[in-house]
């Protein structure tokens, strides 16, 4: 199954060809290359000082100065730049080289932006001021570590090193994990690069000058310098080789305001990998090498070996940083792939490696851009994982960009063959929706979404739709588990080290001084689990900290475990990360890993599935008492982990449909009586559901040997009884986050005078709370028992 993201435009031409054997000779091996730093606690406070003159001026001033460093780069704590930025009143942040004058401004936004870092200056010494406005308050500048530049190590690639320097415009230097990045004909023209470059990415460099003679860096001025935005960040964070890829995007120039295709003026076009036989390719990026030429723009030529899937291989010299440079096709200077690994030999056996174009995340990635990124069709609840059998499910996607009026639409198969297209309503605000029917148990749905972009054409999500598609499962949810955080339900918390950062169940503070945080919780219920959910700089630190389940009821068959999770992280490194363990207690099992979660989404909350496949590969057994563990990670002070926990469920997934007859009319809410399993007595199998039922609202079943239609409460009254008898089916059921209400039909165990029997009939009916202290019903549903 796809997973969501939208838009982009590849070219295909001359991409067919048969399949070719993948070879591989010796290892391969990531082609990052950080410059070699030197990493230095650097405390600096400036304590607070307003401007009370009637003029402009510096009210604070202090020269950083690292002896024998050959660049520098600030990281601070806390940056409190006075006035109103929108006003124009905003404090600015002055970086100066004293080596060549280089300047940095950054206003409030900026900072952030830059996530409380500074741009790479060249030279031991920059100046850091703060201009600020007549009467606008205080400022304040909390200086805590510095990144100073060394000398590199000596390292040649091979006997024979074939790259030329380039100045090929669409091709940037990251710091500070030190890898290649380069432009796209996207709509917004974002980057590609390697995803095991992707927990490094800070900065992108562009138009990088020679380094000195002995190999240390030198650093464009500012203005040719990039702040990457974490929101616009999708990767698999590097998974070897064809299967390594990371999509970002940089917010505009600090110092120019433009963005950097504006400053570079192109990008490369994007193309399916070609079949090997008589085609090459280039890499172009920033590799180590000697003196001035160190991680500096070079490119070659070789033959490209190996196309199969969504690898790709060639011989064709790369070095150390060169990860995440373009592979492109010499014969129609398109991109085919991202360079990922080295594998090539001395004496000329090997290739080096990369990941196609053509990687199904990455096509999804490119289909759904986030962040900065942002334009065609998104997705923000995803794609429904299980489609009713019984009911219309609606979907709703968030389309960006310029869309043409009416191409907006859904494309739907149920049994293979051809696709239906449906249009989707537009519900204003780029807001779209569409119902897709109800399918049979025994079909197999897949759809993809499209729109014609007035700027780029036919989008598709997946991006290389109909190739790609979107699928679910059939039937309906059964929520044997709900947790929305509200109350207590028995979690428990543990702290392993970690010196702050435990965890806490209550409404996210949201402190606009703290930019790691989330606005609210996940499922709008107001409440959640978060790490020190309190005011200031409140993050995981030094250690780890675990929230741990009550026991769960695991043993119903297929089950799935979800929740949504929160991961903020400044450096992803897959060292700082949220682990995801479980243990059989019954059994007495030890706690097994069962699902990782190493890249940041920012601001954003993301959601985790966990199957039976998954518990089996953790070697975990599905009892009737089994724990989930959460633990954030975080190895150090010098960099920010934030997590969260919300929406937490425990479901299964029936079909069954077509037991029963359905009678009256349901309520406000639509809310529709089905059963699943059989109407045999001796089976004892039958489950009562209510589908579209408010999210987490209590209800009740209830059922009679007679039928009516009277209106009651937001809906109707269809169940009556002989008598006047009518029989409740206790304790009340919660609906969870999907709206369903489910209860298993125990023959044995019914309220008394209710006993149902071969070759009788009963009618069934679900009534629940509406809020605002109202409540509705479902329509009725007529039953016929056999033995």
Do not use: K
Not at 65 to 77: G, K, M, N, V
Not at 295 to 318: K, M
Not at 319 to 326: I, L, V, Y
Not at 511 to 518: F, L, M, Q
């Amino acid at each position: 199954m796809t997973h969501p993201r939208p838009l982009f435009r590849v070219s295909r031409a001359l991409v067919l060809g048969a399949a070719f054997a993948l070879v591989q000779v010796g290892p391969a091996f990531g082609q990052t290359q950080e410059p070699p730093t030197l990493h230095l606690d650097y405390t600096h406070d400036t304590g607070w000082i307003a401007n009370d003159s009637p003029q402009p001026r510096v009210v604070i001033s202090f020269p950083v100065h690292i002896p024998e460093a050959r660049w520098l780069r600030l990281y601070f704590e806390e940056v409190h730049l006075s006035g109103d930025l929108l006003a124009g009143s905003g404090a600015l942040l002055r970086i100066t080289s004293h080596h060549d004058g280089f300047v940095q401004e950054m206003n409030a936004l900026h900072v952030e932006q830059w996530q409380l870092s500074s741009a790479y200056f060249n030279g031991d010494t920059v100046q850091v001021d703060v201009l600020v406005q007549p009467f606008t308050g205080p400022s304040r500048l909390v200086l805590r570590a510095v990144d100073a530049g060394q000398l590199p190590p000596e390292s040649q690639c091979g006997p024979t090193d074939d790259r030329v320097a380039s100045t090929d415009p669409r091709a940037g230097r990251i710091l500070p994990i030190g890898c290649t990045g380069w432009l796209i004909d996207d709509c917004q023209n974002c980057m590609l690069t390697a995803g095991h470059c992707t927990g490094g990415i800070s900065v992108v460099q562009f138009n990088v000058p020679l380094s000195n003679s002995n190999g240390s860096l030198n650093n464009p001025p500012p203005s040719d310098q990039y702040a990457m935005d974490p929101s616009s960040l999708q990767t698999n964070g590097g998974q070897g080789v064809g299967n390594d890829w990371g999509y970002f995007g940089a917010f505009p120039n600090s110092t120019t305001g433009m963005t950097v295709f504006q400053s570079q003026g192109s990008a490369f076009t994007l193309a399916f990998p070609p079949p090997v036989g008589g085609n090459n390719i280039r890499i172009t990026g920033f590799g180590v090498d000697g003196g001035t030429a160190n991680q500096t723009q070079q490119t070659h030529v070789g033959p490209l070996v190996t196309s199969t899937g969504s690898t790709v291989q060639y011989q064709t010299d790369t070095t150390g940083g060169n990860s995440g440079s373009p592979v492109i096709w010499e014969e129609t200077g398109m991109a085919v792939g991202i360079h990922t690994h080295g594998g090539c030999q001395t004496d000329g056996t090997g290739q080096n490696s990369g990941t196609g174009v053509n990687h199904s995340g990455l096509q999804a990635a490119l289909a759904a851009p986030t962040g900065i990124c942002a334009a065609g069709i998104g997705l923000p609840n995803g794609t429904p994982a299980v489609l009713s059998e019984i009911t219309a499910t609606t979907v709703t996607a968030a389309i960006l960009g310029s869309p043409v009026a009416g191409t907006a639409s859904v494309h739907y198969r149920y049994q293979g063959g051809a696709y239906t297209v449906l249009l989707m309503t537009d519900q204003g605000g780029g807001v779209f929706t569409v119902d897709l029917p109800p399918p049979g148990c025994n079909d197999s749905p897949e759809f993809y979404f499209s729109v014609v972009d007035a700027t780029c054409g036919l989008v598709t999500n997946p991006g290389n739709a109909p190739m790609d598609v979107y699928s679910s499962l059939v039937g309906t949810v059964v929520t044997s588990f709900a947790d929305d955080f509200e109350s207590d339900t028995g979690w428990t918390t543990a702290i392993l080290g970690a010196t702050t950062g435990a965890w806490e169940r209550g409404i996210p503070v949201n402190d606009p001084n703290w930019a790691y945080d989330p606005v609210s919780d996940s499922d709008g219920s107001g409440q959640c689990y978060l790490t020190m959910n309190q005011f200031g700089n409140t993050d995981v630190d030094n250690g780890s900290v675990q929230l741990i389940s009550p026991f769960l009821d695991l043993s119903g068959g297929d089950v799935i475990v979800q929740y949504d999770y929160y991961l903020n992280l400044t450096v992803a490194d897959g060292v700082d990360r949220m682990l995801v363990e479980a243990r059989d207690v019954a059994g007495g099992g030890a706690y097994a890993t069962v699902a990782l979660h190493t890249t940041s989404g920012g601001l954003a909350w993301r959601t985790g599935s966990l199957g039976p496949s998954d518990f089996a590969a953790a070697g975990v057994t599905l009892s009737g008492q089994v724990q989930i563990r959460f633990t954030v990670n975080d190895t150090g002070t010098a960099s920010i982990a934030e997590g969260g926990i919300d929406a937490f469920q425990v479901f299964t997934i029936t079909c069954g449909g077509g037991v029963g007859t359905h009678y009256c009319v349901s309520g406000a809410n639509g809310a529709t009586m089905a059963a699943t399993g059989s109407a045999s007595v001796a089976s004892n199998d039958l489950v009562l559901l209510a589908t579209s039922v408010p999210a987490n609202e209590n209800g009740i079943f209830f059922y009679g040997d007679m039928q009516t239609q009277q209106p009651f409460g937001l809906g109707n009254l269809c169940v009556a009884g002989t008598a006047g008898q009518v029989f409740r089916l206790n304790p009340p059921v919660n609906a969870g986050p999907t709206g369903t209400l489910a209860r298993a039909l125990d023959l044995t165990n019914l309220p008394f005078g209710g006993q149902i029997t071969a070759a009788s009939t009963w009618n069934f009916q679900a009534w629940f709370r509406a809020g605002a202290g109202q409540f509705d019903l479902s329509d009725g549903l007529e039953v016929s028992f056999v033995p």
